[in-house]
């Protein structure tokens, strides 16, 4: 089945450093991919919509000059957390709607992020 | 877009029982998705039911749709240790971008 695959899984930084999540659709296009938050125990915030060839369309609250999206090719969409602060420690997972009929959409397997 | 309320928040059954969840929305849809999440995963897609189907089969899922009282049901039966879970449902109204509620955590007691 169509896979989306993200990277990196886990990942530990310094406060201020900046962070780049990649997230590919591997055997499918994806114009489209869902960027989400997740804290835990709790449910996924969509942050934001990566749209192929033009900017991203943020979600009320979600600072776009601090999650920078990249959406360059048809299969690829990377989110930057941009001078990382131990508060944007968080789960944070992509998805991509399958373009092959059936309006479901595959999530990558999320990425950990820790800021000490 | 907005998000499905899935109801209870948690569930604790024995293996073999049979475990409901409920969801519940506020507008009209296109149609409506369940994912499950392991924990520390992504999501996995398991079922999606079209607002003009009222029930739908997926192995041992069974997923209705009640457009009237906006909600939907996910029951899996014979339930087994590894459907230890969370389970969301997601509405679609347009556009694929779907948004969450907290989602039901069940536990499948071996």
Redesign the interface.
């Known amino acids: 089945g169509a896979v989306?695959s993200?990277h990196p899984s886990r990942v530990i930084c310094k406060s201020g450093t900046s962070v780049k999540i990649e997230c590919r659709s591997l055997d499918f296009q994806a114009t489209?991919m869902?960027w989400y938050r997740q804290f835990p125990?709790?449910?996924?915030m969509?942050m934001a919509?990566s749209n192929e060839g033009s900017k991203a369309t943020y979600e009320q609250g979600v600072e776009k000059d601090k999650f920078l999206i990249n959406h360059a090719s048809l299969t690829l969409s990377t989110l930057t957390v941009t001078s990382a602060h131990p508060e944007d420690s968080s789960?944070y997972?992509c998805?991509a709607?399958w373009t092959g009929g059936?309006?479901?959409?595959?999530?990558?397997?999320?990425t950990?992020l820790s800021v000490l | 877009s907005q998000q499905g309320e899935e109801d209870p928040q948690a569930l604790s059954i024995q293996e073999g029982e049979n475990a409901t969840m409920n969801c519940s929305y506020k507008t009209s849809i296109n149609n409506l998705q369940w994912y499950r999440q392991n924990s520390g995963r992504g999501l996995v897609h398991l079922i999606l039911i079209r607002s003009n189907e009222r029930e739908k089969h997926s192995g041992r899922l069974r997923v209705t749709l009640d457009t009237s009282k906006k909600s939907s049901s996910l029951l899996i039966t014979a339930s087994r240790a590894a459907d230890t879970a969370s389970y969301f449902c997601a509405p679609e109204t347009s556009g694929s971008r779907l948004t969450f509620g907290e989602g039901t955590q069940l536990t499948v007691n071996p």
């Open positions: 989306v993200q489209t869902f125990k709790q449910s996924l969509l919509t789960f997972i998805s709607p059936g309006d479901i959409q595959y999530f990558g397997a999320g950990r």
